[in-house]
């Protein structure tokens, strides 16, 4: 008995690997089984009994459904003969929000409102796009996943292969698109890089993975002769990839080794690497006794060929920096008499053999699916010619030569993002009109903090709308995940429209760099932070209720300072080896529960919020000065300011430490100097500079102004006591020595 088993580990985005786990009933009501792969892109019609219900597609390989992650998001949707959705489900996704915070139900009850939707008149151009419903916290996310399913069933309609024959006229019309490999770039990449992007697929079985698709094959002899070891162990961890395709073949063979391989190739030919590890061989010892390695086969639209020891070269090692040493690496090329084409997908099978004792054995298949990544393959539409007899009626090509409502058309070919932001324009501005009267208050700064009260009202005010709006209503929170995803995307294959997705986000991002090069990290952590706001206004009425403030001393906050830059770098040196695993743990930072969820989360990581909230409410901004990994992934890069704008006098420290014990933060050393790693530009300092009540300086300066007043009124003049002129030397009162009359003769 052979039965077929996906791992989840196995190649993501494949259509098969995801129906194998879910039934047709999902998408049909009634229906019991699905037919095979049609086309390409392909789709899987779905059957009850003889009849045809409609067909399954998978969101990714027909539209464009990269998430704020900047991973694709992929759903399989259900679709009649008439263009009608009929189901919608969720398969695979890295989206951090859903990972951890809101529920996957709330993301997928969203989508589903698209489920009973004619597709036909948006395909047309006759209606706009259906609007998905919008989750707070999850708008991109959301956002994606509807307008990746609805434009891929409108360009399965519009090809004529669902919903009747209205797209027929429009098919026949358009040249065929050639698909060929690219034989003309190949630079090299590391093996990270070449898993990441889907260049090395992979099949990870372990010894329970096998022990339980045994005891479910229905084999009761197979199930009596489990694999010995721990259920977590490995039993196989297989990995393949197309070696003909220029970057793969450099990378992994090496430049040598790759213009060998050309060399030998005979046209049409293709060169795989198999390489694997753990308990179990893909080669097996059949190959060594009758020159076949039979634990392995290559399958290709119903097509398949085993390779034979004439097709195969051992390899030590690959060339990829960063690849894992392997117990066993093959190079094989395919036989003459198989061709496989390398632009569509194609399987390695794997076969997994059990001894039942003696001389009997049982048997199992496990797919490797791989799927030649878009950047391989190049893409020409060559014209033909329609016979005569084959040519669309008349009335056909005249509907496939007019343009069909055009606007509606081409909003459904506008790029997701740019209609994100034109659907954006309110916030936008609100959240431009907010960053030009924070660059006006930095500006004029000197003016506002000589009046202290009205500065104190203006700073509370503006983090009030920070977090009321900016926060709460538009999830407008940066996250030290932002900073993960950036430096992935840059790793993996940078695309703007990863971050255009979020409008908020994007402005505030760039806000902050150029905040960067003049006040370091104060304008984002002291001024636009919602958790920051919310740290400092509780803190506000902590101490407007006579709440004891904690003082922390300084030799202790000296050395509890690193800790955030400890927390920054282990996330970022995490997300090297995972980002979904660091994401996960990105969970330090409290603004997905206390801003994004507005606290609607389980009572452990309301609870952390909380508790850091009320340690905030004895000493403020805890968090910002200890724990916040993206304060100190901005204090980093924040050295490199520019101009110094906040102001100190000589005797700043020495003697007077007034400025350093008032500072909110104490990030002022008693020296006098203030660390700009750790100031978040409250400007309080800056009150003091200025106020000649309570800078010992300014107090001195005041004192000696009256003094110089009181002695050039006219009272002190008509004695002669007073000076006869007053003059400024760098910046202080000097008067000259009082005249006295001459005596009278």
């Not at 996906?6 to 019991?32: M, Q, R």
């Not at 993002?417 to 501005?429: A, E, L, P, Q, Y």
């Not at 000197?446 to 500065?455: D, K």
């Not at 927390?567 to 970022?572: K, Q, S, Y």
Request: proline fraction near 8%; glycine fraction near 10%; aromatic fraction near 10%.
């Amino acid at each position: 008995m052979c039965l077929t088993y996906i791992s989840p580990a196995s190649a993501a985005g494949d259509l098969s690997t995801y129906l194998a786990k879910i039934g047709p009933a999902h998408f049909f009501p009634g229906a019991d089984r699905f037919g095979p792969p049609q086309g390409d892109p392909p789709v899987v019609p779905v059957y009850r009994g003889d009849q045809l219900q409609g067909f399954v597609f998978l969101n990714s390989d027909f539209a464009n459904s990269v998430g704020y992650s900047g991973k694709p998001i992929h759903l399989l949707a259900g679709i009649d003969p008439k263009g009608v959705v009929t189901g919608i489900k969720l398969v695979d996704h890295k989206e951090p929000i859903v990972l951890v915070g809101i529920p996957e139900a709330r993301i997928v009850a969203a989508v589903n409102v698209l489920i009973g939707k004619d597709m036909k008149p948006v395909a047309s151009g006759a209606e706009k796009p259906p609007q998905v419903d919008i989750v707070s916290g999850a708008t991109v996310t959301v956002l994606v996943m509807g307008d990746s399913i609805v434009r891929a069933a409108s360009k399965l309609i519009r090809s004529g292969r669902v919903g009747g024959g209205d797209g027929a006229a429009v098919s026949a019309a358009l040249p065929p698109v050639i698909k060929t490999l690219d034989l003309d770039h190949g630079d090299v990449r590391d093996w990270e890089t070449l898993v990441g992007d889907g260049s090395v697929r992979r099949l990870h079985l372990g010894i329970g993975d096998i022990n339980e698709a045994f005891a479910k094959s229905g084999n009761a002899a197979a199930t009596q002769y489990p694999e010995p070891g721990e259920p977590d162990e490995t039993f196989i961890d297989l990995y393949a990839a197309l070696v003909s395709a220029p970057t793969i073949g450099r990378s992994l063979l090496g430049e040598d080794g790759y213009r060998r391989l050309k060399d030998s190739l005979k046209p049409g030919q293709q060169a795989i690497i198999v390489a694997g590890n753990g308990a179990y061989s893909f080669k097996g010892s059949a190959y060594v006794r009758g020159g076949i390695f039979d634990r392995i086969e290559i399958l290709q639209e119903g097509n398949s060929t085993r390779f034979r020891d004439r097709n195969h070269t051992r390899l030590g090692a690959l060339e990829a920096a960063g690849s894992p040493d392997f117990r066993e690496i093959g190079l094989f090329v395919t036989p003459p008499e198989f061709t496989l084409d390398p632009t569509q997908p194609w399987q390695i099978q794997l076969l997994v053999q059990r001894s039942l004792g003696g001389r009997d054995k049982a048997f199992l298949t496990f797919d490797l699916s791989y799927t030649l990544p878009d950047s391989y393959i190049r893409r020409e539409q060559r014209a033909v010619t329609v016979p005569e007899s084959a040519a669309p009626p008349p009335s056909q090509a005249k509907a496939a030569a007019a343009p069909a409502a055009p606007a509606a058309a081409e909003d459904a070919d506008e790029p997701l993002w740019m209609r994100i932001w034109r659907s954006s324009t309110v916030s936008i501005g609100i959240t431009a009109f907010m960053l030009a009267a924070l660059t006006g208050i930095f500006f004029f700064q000197n003016l506002l903090v000589r009046r202290p009260v009205f500065y104190t009202w203006v700073r509370r005010g503006y983090l009030a709308i920070v977090l009321v709006w900016l926060g709460w209503y538009a999830n407008a929170q940066l996250s030290v995940v932002n900073v993960v995803t950036f430096t992935n995307a840059l790793v993996t294959g940078f695309r703007w429209e990863f971050f255009l997705a979020a409008p908020l986000i994007f402005i505030l991002w760039a806000a902050t760099a150029g905040g960067l090069l003049f006040w370091g990290r104060g304008p984002f952590c002291g001024w636009l932070c919602p958790f920051g706001a919310l740290q400092e206004l509780t803190n506000t009425v902590a101490k407007w209720l006579k709440v004891p403030q904690i003082t922390v001393p300084w030799g202790l906050h000296e050395r509890l300072w690193p800790i955030k830059y400890i927390i920054f770098l282990g996330l970022f040196g995490l997300s090297l080896y995972s980002v979904d695993m660091a994401e996960r743990f990105a969970e330090v930072e409290p603004f997905k529960t206390a801003i994004i969820l507005k606290f609607s989360r389980s009572w452990p990581f309301v609870a952390y919020a909380v508790g850091l909230l009320v340690i905030g409410l004895f000493i403020e901004r805890f968090f910002c000065r200890y724990l916040c990994p993206l304060g100190a992934a901005l204090a980093i890069p924040g050295r490199i300011r520019t101009f110094e704008w906040l102001r100190r006098w000589e005797e700043c420290g020495s003697p007077c430490q007034r400025c350093s014990k008032e500072c909110p933060v104490q990030s002022i050393h008693p020296e006098g100097h203030i660390n700009v790693n750790e100031c978040i530009y409250c400007m309080h300092c800056q009150e003091l500079y200025y106020d000649d009540h309570r800078c010992p300086h300014m107090i001195q300066v005041r004192l000696k102004r009256e003094k110089f007043a009181a002695m050039s009124s006219p009272a002190m003049r008509s004695s002669g006591k007073g000076p006869a002129t007053v003059i400024t030397a760098g910046g202080k009162p000097v008067s000259a020595p009082p005249t006295t009359s001459p005596p009278p003769n």
